[in-house]
């Protein structure tokens, strides 16, 4: 990272030079603006990294941002005002400074990051919904196929297919809401045997993380929405993972038929390898949804 911001170093330095021959209040106005901007930058680089093809035109974009600042070559000292001469010419700081904030403006104004919301059909706060759905997943009983979930949409097209149960492959199941037999329903209302909904969203914010045993998210972070831990039972063949489902959550108004197919428990802290304290033998953990 540190290679890919060169020439905001070489920046910093012209404002220094731009210093010396400005007041102290431009002086400081301008490092201000050039640091606020090698953060925005860390951030832009961090998300790019990790949202992988999505981000793809962005990603050269933003190498090409900083390809036009690699120019600066060399800084030496001048007696024109707020100008330094550079090796292919002279160069405005306060301008060079103006067009990267629009640069890297454009640029963020482009990026964000998506997550599910399990349990829900709106997303939280100023988030866009890109398309709401039925939780799915590996059905209880079997003793293979995939761990994770789905959020399937609720309009699905179709390629080339043959009706009926082929028995070959795997097949993939609704989800439950399950606390049978257990004290506690941690929801507002009875959601036994209730099938789970979903909604995909998106967010402006590049970087988004599920974070366990937590009912608010870290400093710096934005929190999108709480819930509890929740995965398969662990008496149970299929494999599965765990997934936040909201605290509040909706059913797919279709009835309440114990189906089963995929479904979902609460999740409860073991000590042991796990220490107690902090945490306590057979409590069930929340989780957040936090976005920065």
């Known amino acids: 990272m540190s290679e890919k911001i060169n020439f905001l170093i070489i920046l910093t330095l ?5 210093c010396k021959e400005n007041s102290e209040n431009e002086c400081k106005n301008l490092n201000e603006k050039v640091q606020t901007l090698q953060e925005e930058l860390r951030v832009i680089n961090k998300a790019l990294t990790d949202t992988s093809s999505e981000n793809k035109a962005l990603r050269n974009e933003f190498e090409a941002l900083l390809t036009e600042f690699r120019v600066i070559k060399q800084i030496t000292g001048s007696n024109h005002g707020d100008k330094r001469f550079v090796a292919d010419g002279e160069m405005d700081v306060e301008a060079a400074v103006a067009k990267l904030a629009k640069d890297v403006k454009m640029l963020t104004d482009g990026i964000g990051s998506t997550y599910v919301r399990w349990g829900r059909t709106t997303c939280p706060g100023n988030t866009t919904v890109i398309y709401k759905g039925f ?11 995939p761990a994770n979930y789905l959020c399937l949409p609720d309009d699905p ?7 009926g149960i082929q028995n070959e492959g795997n097949k993939i199941y609704g989800s439950e809401y ?14 036994m045997d209730e099938d789970i909904p979903c909604a995909v969203c998106s967010t402006r914010r590049p970087l988004n993380i599920m974070v366990p045993a937590r009912t608010s998210c870290y400093t710096g972070w934005h929190l999108e929405y709480t819930g509890y831990l929740m995965t398969i039972k662990s008496d149970k063949p299929a494999a599965g993972e765990y997934v ?9 108004p279709h009835g309440t ?17 796990l220490p107690c304290l ?15």
């Open 135 to 145: 939780m799915g997943g590996n059905v209880y009983t079997d003793n293979g196929g």
């Open 278 to 292: 902090p945490y306590v033998n057979g409590r069930e953990l929340a989780c957040s949804v936090c976005s920065k």
């Open 244 to 252: 936040c489902i909201d605290d509040h959550p909706e059913a797919i």
């Open 257 to 273: 038929a114990n189906t089963n197919g995929n479904v979902m428990y609460l999740v409860e802290a073991v000590c042991g390898t």
């Open 157 to 163: 097209t179709w390629a080339k297919y043959q009706d």
């Open 14 to 18: 012209l404002c220094c030079g731009y």
């Open 178 to 191: 399950e606390h049978h037999g257990t004290n506690i329903n941690p929801f507002p209302q009875n959601m």
